[in-house]
């Protein structure tokens, strides 16, 4: 799989995959419920910055701020969009370009 595979927008500044022999997580979530999502204080991060690692025992979502934490969720909810329930182990961190958030209103002409 490569980078251009993932269906991410916008796209991450930083994304690698994690070498393992079978090269996924694994069931997600399975009935047993021996995988979970850890959310991870890590101030050294921007306030809207955040790191995702998907790895063979779960999720780690790490940021600084409740604004990072929410962009990683987006994050993985669009990766469970596109994999289904076995998601393949990688490490993303990501941060806005600009200080700024924009919008684009479209008004019909």
């Known amino acids: 799989m490569k980078e ?3 269906k991410i927008l916008p796209f991450p500044r ?3 995959y994690v070498k393992t022999p079978k090269g996924r997580i694994g069931s997600f979530i399975p009935e047993e419920g021996d995988r979970e999502v850890k959310f991870l204080q890590n101030s050294a991060l921007p306030p809207e910055g955040y790191r ?3 790895y ?3 999720v780690e979502i ?3 701020a409740y604004a990072g934490f929410l962009y990683g969720a ?3 909810d669009m990766l469970v ?3 289904g329930t076995y998601l393949p182990c990688l490490y ?3 941060e806005p370009m600009a200080a700024h958030r924009g919008t684009q209103v479209c008004y019909a002409q």
């Open 4 to 6: 251009q595979d993932l």
């Open 14 to 16: 930083k994304v690698r």
């Open 62 to 64: 790490s940021a600084s």
């Open 52 to 54: 995702l690692t998907i």
């Open 81 to 83: 969009k596109q994999f």
């Open 92 to 94: 993303i961190e990501d």
């Open 56 to 58: 063979g025992k779960g």
């Open 74 to 76: 987006i994050v993985l």
